[in-house]
């Protein structure tokens, strides 16, 4: 037999001495594990939140491009305008896309006019959201397509009657055929249905508030930059939004800063915009995790500390109840070490239980409040092996002191004892 | 090379062991001198306190004394380190004692089975070792019993099972029928017996005539001496 299966051998059999003797007071190992049990649930819980959080802000940062950078009409985000009387509020507009392009470093620039209008071929007669967009805009803001194509650059110059809706907005439209090729009416006015978006996902959640739309709700029709109703001019300043893509990302600290400049003064200093840098959200959100990070460690250093003390506890009241035992097992040949690899042995196994059940109640945890508060929810790998880290940990911190007093006591002592 | 067959395989000379005791000290052993030969039945006899349990402990080197020298099987044991004390009693002694000293949380089996946790070289097969050192004793369908469901006598033969399965050179026995009637006793000296032919070394503390006299040897321990 070789060495590596003689200490398998033994490994598997001071897992089972060490079993035997929890099992002998299961209350009482059970009562003692509680402390990890809950530190560990706490830390899963919590980083599965977070992590999925932390996903689901990078993905939608991601989508919106590191290079790019948002400007938005503030006053259109807050007052929804009263059309009856005929009132737009100022918005962003020709001249103000003019001074952006002269920024140096800037590649592209799409941009959006949003109006509310009805659409009769949904059921209820709702309101939805239309943007009028150029063709860049789907690129600059990440949009996906489920089928068809979005409008392009010649939809926009000859104006013709086309629209992309959200997916969830295609889902709605109950029109005869449906789909792509179908006809819908907003305002009034025919629009061919080209395209249907990929389906996003409601994004309004806290973790980035500013930066998303409900594209799954909207239509999207092209904005004609010329001449005609919804034309373009300096006078009339009417875009919503307008994204500007960097040759580089490099390049987004100053550019914002060139851009907010501009914006400004074309504004006479008032700032009724605002500006969405993903590329800052990123480091907000990353800076924000790590504080979050911080705060999580200490309270799984404390909840981890207050539970190895409770194993600890157990654990010397183990070694001196099992006085006598030590001294036998020292009479048949256990080695100092033996006795503590023994008492270690039973430590590490309390507390590696009592991580396990921390990770099953803290995913369990997770998954629940993810259901009531619509959270998305990822439960990874990195936390459960932090978990079984953290455990293993406390155990070899709360085991090493009652093994050592169990290791040292004389052979002699520990057999009269009783 | 020391031929271990004429040469005593316990020579102990001058052996002291004093505990304090308020003000004054206890001296159980005062310069206490004893020699046991390969394959000798020791019997060793004394009134209680007298130090017969804490001159096993010496011997079997759970304890060391205060003065005086050790040797067993021809090594000096007082150069020797804890962790190799350790390995000579996993090895070359078994202990047996009144209490029977089972440990209870474990089965029959694996209580049996413990000295291999601890032995250098445990056999491949040390679970058919158990079971036959079990057979011998007369005990292998109990074999996944706990020791509190044995009687007295089963689990003091239990406890020598355990201390023979590493097939010692010698065991300690510390008055190992002082909890048994007359019949375990016989059968517990039988199984003595046996192992003392097979060429087992018996050093044991006992009170009953009986085990003293199927011993070859009986010392009394007096005053911290011990006398044929
Ligand atoms: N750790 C100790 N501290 C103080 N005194 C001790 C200690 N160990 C043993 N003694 C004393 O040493 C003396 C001898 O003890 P020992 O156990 O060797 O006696 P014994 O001959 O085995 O007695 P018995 O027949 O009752 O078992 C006793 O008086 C005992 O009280
Ligand atoms: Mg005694």
Known sequence: ?418 | MIDTRFSPLILAKGLCKRYPSGDAWVRPLQDADIKVYPDQFVAIMGPSGSGKSTLLHILGFLDRPDKGAYCFNGQDISLLEDDALSLLRASRVGFVFQTFNLISQCTLLENIMMPFLYHPEPPENAREVALIALQKVGLAERRMHRPDQLSGGEMQRAAIARALVVNPIVILADEPTGNLDAENTRGILKIFKEMNENGTSLVVVTHDIEVARAAHRVLFINDGRLNE
Not at chain 1, 152 to 181: F, K, M, T, W, Y
Not at chain 1, 295 to 305: M, R
């Open chain 1, 1 to 418: 037999m070789n060495r590596l299966s003689v200490s398998a051998g033994k490994g598997r059999d001071v897992l089972l001495q060490a079993w035997r003797a929890l099992a002998m007071h299961r209350l009482r190992s059970l009562l003692s594990t509680l402390g990890i049990v809950f530190a560990v649930a706490a830390v899963v819980t919590m980083l599965s939140i977070a992590e999925g959080a932390k996903r689901e802000a990078m993905e939608q940062v991601g989508r919106l491009g590191l290079d790019s950078i948002i400007v938005r009409n503030a006053m259109a985000e807050n007052d929804v305008p009263d059309l009856r009387f005929g009132f737009m509020p100022e918005g962003l507009g020709n001249n103000d896309i003019r001074a952006i392009k002269q920024i140096p470093g800037v590649e592209r620039i799409a941009f959006a006019r949003e109006f509310t209008a009805v659409l009769p071929e949904l059921g209820e007669s709702d309101v939805i959201h239309v943007l009028e967009v150029n063709h860049d805009y789907f690129a600059a803001r990440g949009l996906r397509l489920a089928e068809g194509r979005f409008i392009s650059g010649i939809d926009v110059r000859n104006r013709h009657q086309v629209c992309v809706l959200g997916a969830e907005l295609a889902d709605r439209v109950e029109s005869p055929g449906g789909g792509l090729g179908s006809i819908v009416h907003i305002d009034g006015g025919p629009y061919r249905v080209v395209g249907v978006l990929l389906y996003r996902g409601h994004a309004d959640n806290e973790a980035m508030p500013l930066v998303l739309r409900d594209f799954d709700n909207a239509a999207f029709i092209p904005l004609h930059e010329t001449e005609g109703a919804f034309a373009l001019s300096d006078e009339d300043p009417s875009l919503s939004e307008i994204v500007i893509k960097m040759s580089d990302s490099l390049s987004i600290g100053p550019a914002s800063a060139a851009v907010r400049r501009v914006l400004s003064w074309n504004r006479g200093g008032v700032e009724n915009f605002e500006l969405v840098v993903p590329k800052e959200l990123l480091a907000q959100a990353r800076h924000t995790q790590r504080l979050f990070n911080i705060v999580l460690g200490s309270i799984a250093g404390i909840s981890l500390l207050v539970g190895g003390i409770g194993v600890m506890n157990i654990m010397l009241a183990n070694v001196s109840e099992r006085t006598r035992e030590i001294g036998i097992r020292r009479a048949i040949g256990a080695k100092r070490q033996h006795i503590a690899v023994q008492f270690l042995g039973e430590a590490i196994l309390l507390t590696a239980m009592g991580g396990a059940a921390g990770v099953a109640l803290g995913s369990g945890a997770a998954l629940v409040l993810g259901f009531f508060i619509a959270w998305p929810i990822s439960i990874s790998a990195w936390p459960v092996l932090l978990a079984i880290f953290m455990s293993i940990g406390a155990g070899l911190g709360a085991g090493m002191y009652p093994a050592l007093k169990a290791a040292n006591m004389n052979p002699v002592d520990a057999l009269r004892h009783n």
